[in-house]
Nanobody, 116 residues
């Protein structure tokens, strides 16, 4: 029953901004870690940012100072604010949540393309 629906991807110019959203619905007892991954063509999927209910947050070195992850527990939604976008940020971005400590779920992926 658990489903993750992503939105907010698109085409932007270098230096632009986007905000990704991921809404979690279904049979949820406890959401633990929530995060964002990305995968560029020919590359491995990599962690972009993750957040834990206690407040611990970590970012990939390549996005520190430019991206911000946040969560709205009342809406079971996690966000990724992306600023100062670069061409190397171009990838498919996937939302990921860990439920009940061990079960992982993934969003459908949303394309982010940074031009110029």
């Amino acid at each position: 029953q658990v489903q993750l629906v992503e939105s907010g991807g698109g085409l932007v110019q270098v230096g632009g901004s986007l905000r990704l959203s991921c809404a979690v619905s279904g049979r949820i007892f406890s959401i633990n870690r929530m995060g964002w991954y990305r995968q560029a063509p020919g590359k491995q999927r990599e962690l972009v940012a993750a957040i834990i209910p206690g407040g611990s947050i970590n970012y990939a070195d390549s996005v520190k100072g430019r991206f911000t992850i946040s969560r709205d527990n009342a809406k079971n939604t996690v966000y990724l604010q992306m600023n100062s976008l670069k061409p190397e940020d171009t990838a498919v971005y996937y939302c990921n949540v860990q439920i009940s400590g061990i079960y992982d779920y993934w969003g459908q992926g949303t394309q982010v393309t940074v031009s110029s």
